[in-house]
């Protein structure tokens, strides 16, 4: 029986793109090759590499912006030292929100480039919360934040007004919400929380902000030999980029972003509204900056954990446990889990309340 995945990454991709990855597997269109096999100068894959690229252009509402997309290797965390590789001048400065995990990894990395200011953490509070109040210094070359806190279930609702390039780790909620994109000057993501299977990364930067920082940039890590190349300056992740496309179809299909955010909405409300009214179970994350992508929550006694979580695994439930540094619960809700999984966990939180 197909589970009902709550996994935080890689995880649940839409059944049909699942579906259609199979049959490319076997049969990539008609070809008489699969797509593990065939060549990424060949016109068929050139052409899932071209869609892909414009689809999340269009998808974002930034087409005619300015913007190119890549789909590189290494995950997020090559981001990581890509973005100030690529736009910390020498001796310049970089600033950065510190947010959990992820946010902290990231400034870990630009250190190797230069001065790295941390505009504020909320560490000291187990970064429950997603700090409000901060300056950012005019004479950055960038601001860096994360949109979505995988690990700790919070979430940016609002984005500061910036002078400098807006660069953001969209890997966990892409997709998922209305933003005003154009405000980002470089977007990344990893392919396995929202878009598609681990090993392609989604980068969408805005060419403008290239080419300044006075560095010799390795061509690998080069983001404008990725984009002169268009995204085949070497052999791409063929096959998560082709999984990515149908995903990204199936997203349009759907309705496109605004459908998704009305969808992630309502089942965001359905747990965390039971979360809230189950005396057996508390949040973890400032209800404010409460994530719509990964609820993090706790059982108040942890006498009850072995029956939750007996009853969980019972209901056809995978993934549910939340990450170390945590404890408890962490659901994620990405955009192909379907209301019905929610109302699933719902049920049985409602079902050990009763017997309790
Ligand atoms: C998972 C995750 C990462 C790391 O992604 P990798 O592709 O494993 O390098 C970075 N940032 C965020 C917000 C994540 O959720």
């Given at each position: 029986?197909?589970?009902?995945?709550y996994?935080?990454?890689?995880c649940?991709?839409?059944?049909?793109?699942?579906?259609?990855?199979?049959?490319a597997?076997?049969?990539?269109n008609?070809?008489?090759?699969?797509?593990?096999?065939?060549?990424?100068?060949?016109?068929?894959?050139?052409?899932?590499?071209?869609?892909?690229?414009?689809?999340?252009l269009?998808?974002?509402g930034?087409?005619?912006?300015?913007?190119?997309?890549?789909?590189?290797?290494?995950?997020?965390?090559m981001?990581?030292?890509?973005?100030?590789?690529?736009?910390?001048?020498?001796?310049?400065?970089?600033?950065?929100?510190?947010?959990?995990t992820?946010?902290?990894?990231?400034?870990?990395?630009?250190?190797?480039?230069?001065?790295?200011?941390?505009?504020?953490?909320?560490?000291?509070e187990?970064?429950?919360h997603?700090?409000?109040?901060?300056?950012?210094?005019?004479?950055?070359?960038?601001?860096h934040c994360?949109?979505?806190?995988?690990?700790?279930?919070?979430?940016?609702?609002?984005?500061?007004?910036?002078?400098?390039?807006?660069?953001?780790?969209?890997?966990?909620?892409?997709?998922s919400?209305?933003?005003?994109?154009?405000?980002?000057?470089?977007?990344?993501?990893?392919?396995q929380?929202?878009?598609?299977?681990?090993?392609?990364?989604?980068?969408?930067v805005k060419?403008?902000?290239?080419?300044?920082?006075?560095?010799?940039?390795?061509?690998i890590?080069?983001?404008?030999?990725?984009?002169?190349?268009?995204?085949?300056?070497?052999?791409?992740?063929?096959?998560?980029v082709?999984?990515?496309?149908?995903?990204?179809?199936?997203?349009?299909?759907l309705?496109?972003?605004?459908?998704?955010?009305?969808?992630?909405?309502?089942?965001?409300?359905?747990?965390?509204?039971?979360?809230?009214?189950n005396?057996?179970?508390?949040?973890?994350?400032?209800?404010?900056?409460?994530?719509?992508?990964?609820?993090?929550?706790?059982?108040?006694?942890k006498?009850?954990?072995?029956?939750?979580?007996?009853?969980?695994?019972a209901a056809?439930?995978?993934?549910?446990?939340?990450?170390?540094s945590?404890?408890?619960?962490?659901?994620?809700?990405?955009?192909?889990?379907?209301?019905e999984?929610?109302?699933?966990?719902?049920?049985v939180m409602?079902?050990?309340?009763?017997?309790?």
């Amino acid at each position: 029986m197909k589970k009902h995945n709550y996994s935080a990454g890689p995880c649940i991709l839409p059944q049909e793109v699942f579906e259609k990855s199979a049959q490319a597997i076997l049969d990539f269109n008609n070809s008489g090759l699969s797509i593990l096999e065939i060549s990424h100068r060949s016109k068929d894959f050139v052409a899932v590499m071209d869609e892909a690229r414009a689809l999340v252009l269009e998808l974002l509402g930034l087409e005619g912006k300015g913007y190119e997309v890549l789909f590189l290797g290494g995950g997020a965390s090559m981001q990581f030292l890509m973005a100030p590789y690529n736009l910390m001048k020498v001796n310049g400065k970089a600033a950065y929100l510190d947010t959990g995990t992820w946010a902290s990894g990231a400034i870990k990395e630009a250190k190797h480039f230069g001065e790295t200011v941390v505009v504020a953490s909320s560490k000291s509070e187990n970064y429950n919360h997603i700090p409000k109040s901060y300056i950012i210094p005019a004479d950055a070359d960038y601001f860096h934040c994360t949109s979505n806190n995988t690990i700790f279930g919070t979430q940016m609702k609002s984005f500061p007004e910036v002078n400098v390039p807006l660069v953001c780790d969209m890997s966990s909620d892409i997709f998922s919400r209305v933003l005003d994109f154009s405000k980002f000057d470089l977007i990344y993501a990893g392919a396995q929380k929202n878009m598609g299977p681990a090993g392609a990364t989604l980068v969408v930067v805005k060419t403008e902000i290239l080419g300044k920082t006075g560095r010799t940039i390795p061509s690998i890590l080069d983001y404008q030999q990725h984009v002169s190349k268009e995204s085949m300056y070497n052999t791409p992740p063929v096959f998560p980029v082709y999984a990515s496309l149908l995903t990204l179809q199936w997203l349009k299909k759907l309705g496109g972003i605004s459908a998704i955010e009305k969808i992630n909405e309502t089942k965001a409300n359905l747990l965390y509204t039971e979360i809230d009214r189950n005396p057996l179970f508390k949040g973890t994350a400032a209800k404010e900056d409460r994530s719509n992508m990964n609820a993090t929550f706790l059982l108040n006694d942890k006498v009850h954990q072995e029956k939750f979580d007996a009853m969980w695994k019972a209901a056809g439930i995978s993934g549910l446990a939340g990450h170390r540094s945590v404890g408890g619960y962490r659901a994620s809700m990405y955009n192909a889990m379907p209301i019905e999984s929610v109302q699933v966990l719902v049920d049985v939180m409602q079902q050990l309340e009763s017997k309790i």
